[in-house]
């Protein structure tokens, strides 16, 4: 993910401090990763020797930094083409689950149990996800559901190659 | 054949099944306790409908123990397990099953109604389990004039209004499109629990399992826990 224009998307509601940026994100976006402070600052930094933000107030009193700061129309510009933006697709064609699987084939390994193994695994995460997203708002519904939907892919692929080992044995070892 | 896990509500070991020259089950196992989800995969014909089939009491299989509640099922008679059916187990299947000419509400007191309950009696109690399920408005709809995730619901209600220890539910969410697919999956796994009902769920989707405490895979007949998986 972008931070530098997610911190600016932001920015377009109206001022705010470093410290109510790093807020807003962790609401909004963070969930399990919220942002460190260092982070927000360093990036307002950049933002702003790139003309995106200004320093709206300085505001008296003790903290490291006490700026508010504003976007510019630079800023909104860039917010504007990076949402109009495609996002590419990430062709997931280097899979460790398919390297282990093969070199499992290759060294005479059970590739069968490393498919079970990991499936559990998948579950056991896409249980935790469930839970979460039954207690959660919609707003966690549809990141864990972005999350769900992705591991089911990939417990699609586990379960297609497991009945598929046979002949990629016969196939690896030629 | 492996001894049934303690404090089990329904076990089964060494099941087989064939049919024909087909064997359906070949050593299957499986357990459950009381209020627990266990969600039964596995691929096409692998024979996950008929390990629920057997543990249900609906097919015997050729050989292998089958005990609910401490009782051998495959000891007992054709009225035995008909009763048992009736009384302890409740079925939620792929297409809601409901009897169309029959309103609502009418077909959630339907088990009830076949147990001798009074009409007055077995629709309040219908009632109470509509609206767990959030279909206390469609009592006096029959299920034509319904759409099918409401239909799964009120199936549900049905499969829950005799307050049975154990629901099979065999893909109860396979006609549904995803949204009302989770909601069923929420409603009937949260009225389970609510009520210590075992849900024993057969479904190929993984993320209708995810709603379940534990997995179990079946292929080519013989099942594996995965939860033992280290």
């Known amino acids: 993910m972008s931070i530098g224009h997610t911190l600016l998307g932001l920015l377009e509601a109206g001022p705010r401090h470093g410290y109510d940026l790093k807020r807003a994100f962790d609401e909004k976006f963070g969930h399990d990763r919220p942002l460190a402070y260092g982070q927000v600052y360093s990036t307002m930094s950049r933002l702003l020797k790139n003309g995106l933000v200004e320093v709206d107030g300085i505001e008296s009193g003790g903290g490291p930094d006490r700026k508010r700061y504003a976007i510019t129309d630079a800023g909104i510009t860039d917010v504007e083409t990076w949402l109009s933006q495609p996002e590419k697709p990430d062709p997931y064609l280097h899979s460790t689950l398919y390297t282990k699987v093969v070199l499992a084939l290759l060294t005479g390994r059970r590739a069968d149990e490393l498919l079970d193994t990991q499936r559990a695994e998948h579950l056991r995460l896409m249980r935790v996800l469930t839970t979460r997203k039954r207690k959660g708002d919609l707003a966690d519904q549809l990141v864990c559901d972005h999350a769900l939907f992705h591991l089911e892919a990939d417990l699609r692929w586990l379960e297609l190659t497991a009945a598929r080992l046979g002949r990629l044995a016969e196939e690896v070892r030629r | ?230």
């Open chain 2, 1 to 230: 054949m492996t001894a049934a896990p303690a404090g089990s509500l329904l076990a089964a070991t060494g099941l087989r099944k064939a049919y024909g020259s087909t064997d359906a089950l070949d050593g299957a196992e499986f357990s459950i306790h009381a209020g627990e989800v266990v969600a039964v995969m596995g691929p096409s014909g692998s024979g996950k409908s008929t390990l629920l089939h057997c543990l249900a009491g609906i097919v015997p299989p050729d050989s292998g123990s089958i005990v609910y509640a401490g009782r051998e099922l495959t000891s007992m008679n054709d009225g035995e397990r008909s009763e048992l059916r009736r009384t302890e187990f409740g079925f939620v299947f792929q297409f809601g099953q409901l009897v169309p000419e029959l309103t609502c509400v009418e077909n959630v007191a339907l088990p009830l109604r076949l147990t001798g309950v009074k009409r007055k009696e077995a629709e309040r109690t219908a009632l109470h389990w509509m609206e767990q399920l959030q279909v206390e408005d469609l009592g006096a709809k029959r299920p034509g004039e319904i759409s099918g995730g409401q239909g799964q619901r009120v199936a549900v209600a049905r499969a829950l209004v005799t307050g049975p220890r154990v629901i099979f539910a065999d893909e109860p969410t396979g006609a549904l499109d995803s949204l009302n697919g989770e909601l069923v999956m929420q409603l009937l796994t949260e009225a389970a629990r609510s009520a210590n009902a075992a849900v024993v769920l057969v479904t190929h989707e993984t993320r209708v399992a995810a709603y379940s405490d534990r997995e179990i895979v079946v292929r080519d007949g013989r099942s594996r826990d995965m939860e033992r998986i280290v």
